[in-house]
């Protein structure tokens, strides 16, 4: 059985930084693209970011580059992102997601549609 657990979440200041995790069990994880999303309330579910099987060729999102980074330990079967320079836009809540079929998905890894296991989500709430 496919889990994805997030965790890390929390409350901010502007310009703050967090470190969210999300720990992957039930697969093997160090075949699937993985990514970060976020959803807002009343705004559309969007990618963050997303990373291959092997923890090269990272994407972002054009809101995030070069604030938040993303990274995998596949011993450990967990995922990362490092968010730096907190804005209070960024606020939502962030999913983690494997991706349905093993492969290199290149840019489309940041589409939803492309993503079958979902965490629960994790809060991020970033005061201004």
């Known amino acids: 059985q496919v889990q994805l657990v997030e965790s890390g979440g929390g409350s901010v200041q502007a310009g703050g930084s967090l470190r969210l995790s999300c720990a992957a069990s039930?697969?093997?994880?160090?075949?699937?693209?993985m990514g970060w999303f976020r959803q807002a309330p009343g705004k559309e579910r969007e990618g963050v970011a997303c990373?291959?099987?092997?923890?090269?060729?990272?994407f972002f999102m054009d809101s995030v580059k070069g604030r938040f980074t993303i990274s995998r330990d596949n011993a450990k079967n967990t995922l990362y992102l490092r968010m730096n320079s907190l804005k209070p836009e960024d606020a939502a809540t962030y999913y983690c997601?494997?991706?349905?079929?093993?492969?290199?998905?290149?840019?489309?890894?940041?589409?939803?549609?492309?993503?079958?296991?979902w965490g629960q989500g994790t809060q991020v709430t970033v005061s201004s």
């Open positions: 990373i291959a099987p092997d923890g090269d060729r990272p």
């Open positions: 039930g697969y093997t994880y160090s075949r699937y693209t």
């Open positions: 997601a494997t991706a349905a079929t093993q492969g290199y998905y290149g840019v489309s890894c940041l589409r939803s549609y492309n993503y079958n296991y």
